[in-house]
Each structure stands twice: as structure tokens, then as C-alpha cells.
């Protein structure tokens, strides 16, 4: 009896790790997952309009955004509990020092900011107001990066070209203090002295949007020679917003090179152990 209690409690503990898990499935999300997607959306549309004035003043709003509000953090709290429960079938996170690893898990501390700060202003109270809690609601983002792909793809591309992006973004931020030195000097101390160049932090406002290619006007040079340097800086920025997205373009498209061929190698296999073909290691 107590074998057989057993059983059905690992059936069911397998049967939501499959429901739960995108890794566990081989295509397509589940039904459960579809509804966390539907919640997390709707959480988002709720928090832009949760800041409309027209609307957070009548009573019946708040009321329903609160009711709202109140089910979401309830549907995660319990998500976030059974994914921990959940994930102790597979070995490295069993047990409770398992439990552990999985709980300091990227996605589970996101999981658990997405409701864990609002549960506990709800139960408690006074304190923290509950609206400058809720750019915590962003960690929900992350829920959503669990179940799309092309999320991890990006992730290994940016992983992939690190070491490429640093240098790029050394350059820049290099450029970016050369040019707010020279404007220092030829708009702040010489020339017509401008207010907004008369020292190097107030020219690095203007350098970051110039070589951004921004350009919001409201930080010029007046000075012919500044002026000259300034249309070199301006041109130089084309330079250094192509330079990084270049980089990442290369990283993206061998990552998702890598992982196609990974998918047909897998598939060559799977076809030839179900043809009964043995694969030659030096073809490998």
C-alpha cells in the first residue's frame, strides 16, 4: 500500500514536471504554461493601467485591480512552491541541499522577486507602499524568456561575443572622455567659455549623445574649431553603434549555425539507431 502511495505521488509529481518544465517537452509549450504566458501578459497590461489617473480614482477599479493583483501573486507563490517540489525528481537538485541549488538558480530568484516582495506587503502591511513595489512585476519578463528560445540564443551570443563587446564599449567610453576633454577645452575655457562646457562632466552629456547619434540640440558647440571637431565626433559615432551591432549580428548567426547543426546531427543519430546503423566514430 504504502509502495503503491508512493508511485502515484511520483506519477503525479512527474506528470506536472512535465507540465511545467519547458525542457521536459519535446516541441510546444503545455496548457499550464500557456496560462502562466496569459497571466504574466495580462499582470503587464494591469501595471500600465494601474497608473492611469482616470482610472486608480474611481473605487471599483481599484477594487478590481487589487482583486487582481492578489490572484496573480497567489498563482506564482504556488508556481514558485511546486517548481521547487518538482524539480527534486531530476539528481543534482534533490534533497534539500538540492532543493537549495535550485532555489539560487537564475531563473528561481527571478521567479521568486516576481511576487515574493508584494505577498509580503499584502500579508503584513504598512511599510513599503505597495506601488514602489511593482518594478518588481519587470522580473516577470523573465518567466516569459523561460518559454522562448530565442532568448537563450541571445543570451549565448552575448556570452559568445563578451570578450568582442568589452572592447568595443572600452573604445567608447574612451572616445566618448576624449571628446567631452576637448570641448572642455575649446568651448568651456577658450572660445565663448559656454556654461555647459565649462567643465568635463557637463561635456560628457553632450559627447554621449553626439557620438550616440542622438543629437537632442540642447548642447551645441558655437566655435568654429569646436564645431570642426564636433562634426569628426558626430562621424566617429556612426562607427562606434555600427562596430558592437556588427559583432553581435556575427555572434548570433554562428550560435544559431551551432545549434541547427546540433539538431541534425541529433537526428542523423536518432534515424540511424532506429535503422540499426552503427555510426563510425571517425565520421563523428
Known amino acids: 500500500m504504502v509502495v503503491h502511495q508512493i508511485a502515484v505521488q511520483q506519477g503525479f509529481r512527474h ?13 510546444g509549450i503545455s496548457r499550464v504554461n500557456w496560462l502562466i504566458i496569459a497571466i504574466v501578459l495580462l499582470s503587464f497590461l494591469t501595471l500600465a493601467l494601474e497608473t492611469e489617473p482616470t482610472l486608480t480614482a474611481q473605487p471599483e477599479w481599484r477594487a478590481a485591480f487589487h482583486a487582481f493583483n492578489v490572484f496573480v501573486v497567489t498563482v506564482f507563490a504556488v508556481e514558485y512552491v511546486v517548481r521547487v517540489y518538482i524539480h527534486g525528481l531530476k539528481e543534482e537538485y534533490s534533497g534539500f541541499a538540492g532543493h537549495l541549488r535550485y532555489m539560487t ?13 508584494e505577498l509580503i506587503v499584502m500579508i503584513l502591511g504598512g511599510g513599503v507602499p505597495l506601488v514602489a513595489l511593482r518594478v518588481f512585476r519587470l522580473f516577470r519578463l523573465i518567466k516569459l524568456a523561460r518559454f522562448v528560445p530565442a532568448f537563450d540564443v541571445l543570451g549565448a551570443a552575448v556570452r559568445r561575443a563578451g570578450s568582442q563587446l568589452l572592447t568595443t564599449l572600452a573604445m567608447a567610453l574612451a572616445l566618448v572622455y576624449v571628446s567631452a576633454v576637448a570641448l572642455y577645452f575649446i568651448e568651456g575655457v577658450g572660445g565663448k567659455q559656454q556654461e555647459t562646457f565649462q567643465s568635463i562632466p557637463r561635456a560628457i552629456w553632450w559627447a554621449i549623445a553626439t557620438l550616440t547619434t542622438v543629437g537632442y540640440g540642447d548642447v551645441y558647440p558655437v566655435t568654429p574649431l569646436g564645431r570642426a571637431f564636433a562634426s569628426v565626433i558626430a562621424l566617429a559615432g556612426i562607427g562606434v553603434v555600427a562596430l558592437p551591432a556588427g559583432v553581435f549580428a556575427s555572434a548570433f548567426s554562428d550560435e544559431l549555425r551551432e545549434r541547427e ?16 546503423i552503427t555510426p563510425d566514430p571517425e565520421d563523428r
Not at 261 to 276: N, S
Open 15 to 27: 506528470k506536472l514536471y512535465m507540465e511545467l518544465v519547458p525542457e521536459a517537452r519535446e516541441h
Open 261 to 276: 547543426l546540433a539538431k541534425l546531427e541529433h537526428r542523423v543519430e536518432v534515424a540511424e539507431e532506429a535503422a540499426g
Open 105 to 117: 538558480r537564475f531563473y528561481s530568484i527571478a521567479d521568486l522577486l516576481a511576487f515574493l516582495p
